[in-house]
């Protein structure tokens, strides 16, 4: 399918002409006085904050449906796409286009000018890379601090690798020895960085799998020296007709436009990747939470993340972190197959998406193998491919839900948040959500003081 310009779909690839029509069929049916209409009306035109911090958008004044005109419509329209105001929309959408027409007409690589590598942990936009005609050198940084363990030892390699190769090989077809040596390549390139390339380039989301391998890379390269030019791309937005999730998502011209986005890090933010890997590291997550109550000019996603990161601790009250609290939440009343689950925690539920769908596998794996689960998985069969298993909730899974049964006390399997391990039956730091801080470490409870409920956000 193509767009009304004759290219190629895509949800970050919008068309202004479209973006008009959409807001003339607002405005005639708010006019109408159609439900869904008003509703998205009442949605954007309130004159409320938005729930996302990090976008603080423009404000409109509130206006009755009745006197409602044109420009509100392209109001309402600019923020369902992610945008501040119409304005903003329309700069954007031209500034999308002529970088669209700079790669069509093979203009000069964007990244021409100095030997250079981009870092990314992950391979999603190294083709988009190509296709955006740059030309410089890539390297996917891509172990998953965010799950797992990230102890406080001198060399974290052996124990990544063991229980990447753990959770996540069977699926992916990873023994730890292929493990280990793709992570000692990507170390030993970093290592080399600085001294190899004028300049590197970092490019990361604002979710706490991308946050992490940034503070990861901030420490490296304090450790060892910067390379003569470090420089930083992290968004937490982009304009488009689906919610955000990461830099894989986008088109060549998006990458493009990005790159005139990049800022130079200095040595602040050096000092601050190591104070958050050195944090991530430790078993007392104290440090963690005062860094992410902190704010970084220069690294404005982190605390965000870092929060993220920390509330998959087991959470007072109940014992669950907020990812499994997520999934119980979404099958309690309702048989799904993991497939549905996993796209409603990207699409909906999750407030920062962090989880590719491998690693989000190993999580259910681990709950449905607690000595009391809280849901079985229907359908497991070789036969059947992991995203159609279905999700069915236990009694004790709807308990512990309510905060009757401490998740901890059904004996799930012992895991780790960064440095701090779970383990089951055992005192675990826990998260206080209403306090927003970590305590601990606590016994589990077979019956617990209920907790601010958290339930799947019908919002992005």
Not at 320 to 333: A, M, V
Request: proline share 10%; aromatic share 6%; charged share 25%.
């Amino acid at each position: 399918m193509t767009d009304l310009s004759g290219r190629p779909e895509a949800p970050f690839r919008l068309n202004l002409e479209q973006q008009k029509k959409r807001a003339k069929e607002l405005l005639r049916d708010v006019r109408a006085g159609d439900p869904a209409a008003l509703a998205r009306w009442h949605a954007h035109l309130s004159g409320e904050p938005a729930s996302e911090p990090t976008r603080a958008p423009a404000r409109a004044p509130a206006r009755a449906p009745a006197e409602a005109r044109l420009a509100d419509a392209q109001f309402v329209i600019a923020r369902e796409v992610g945008s501040r105001s119409w304005q903003r929309l329309r700069a954007h959408v031209a500034a999308m286009e002529r970088e669209r027409a700079a790669i069509d007409q093979s203009s000069p690589a964007p990244d021409g000018t100095m030997r250079t590598l981009h870092v990314r942990c992950g391979s999603d936009i190294r083709p988009t890379l190509a296709a955006a005609g740059f030309i410089g050198d890539f390297l996917e940084y891509s172990d998953p601090y965010c799950q797992g363990p990230v102890p406080d030892v001198p060399d974290l390699v052996p124990v990544r690798a063991r229980f990447i190769a753990d959770s996540y090989g069977g699926v992916m077809g990873l023994a730890e020895p292929a493990v280990v040596g793709k992570l000692r390549r990507e170390e030993e390139a970093l290592s080399r960085a600085a001294a190899d390339y004028e300049r590197v380039v970092l490019w990361c989301e604002h979710d706490s799998y991308d946050q992490l391998t940034l503070v990861r890379c901030l420490a490296w390269f304090g450790d060892t020296g910067a390379p003569p030019v470090l420089e930083l791309i992290s968004i937490n937005q982009f304009p488009g007709s689906r919610r955000f999730i990461g830099l894989g998502q986008l088109p060549p011209e998006a990458i493009r436009l990005l790159w005139r986005t990049r800022r130079a890090l200095t040595g602040a933010e050096l000092a601050t990747g190591r104070r958050a890997w050195d944090a991530l590291r430790s078993d007392d997550p104290g440090a963690l939470a005062t860094l992410a109550g902190c704010q970084f000019d220069g690294l404005p996603d982190l605390p965000r993340a870092l929060r993220r990161h920390l509330r998959e601790l087991p959470w007072t009250g109940d014992g669950l972190s907020l990812t499994e609290r997520l999934i119980l939440h979404r099958i309690d009343g309702e048989v799904r197959t993991v497939g549905q689950v996993f796209a409603r925690l990207m699409s909906e539920d999750e407030p920062l998406p962090w989880l590719g769908d491998v690693m989000f596998l190993a999580l259910l794996r681990a709950m449905a193998s607690a000595r009391v689960p809280a849901f079985r998985i229907l359908d497991r069969a070789p036969e059947v491919p992991w995203p159609q298993w279905r999700l069915q909730i236990t009694a004790e899974g709807r308990a512990v839900l309510r905060g009757e049964i401490d998740w901890l006390s059904l004996d799930p399997p012992d895991r780790w948040v960064g440095g701090v391990p779970i383990r089951s039956a055992a005192p675990a730091w826990r998260w206080n959500e209403t306090l927003r801080r970590p305590e601990g470490p606590v016994p589990p409870a077979p019956a617990a003081a209920p907790h601010p409920s958290v339930a799947p956000s019908r919002r992005p």
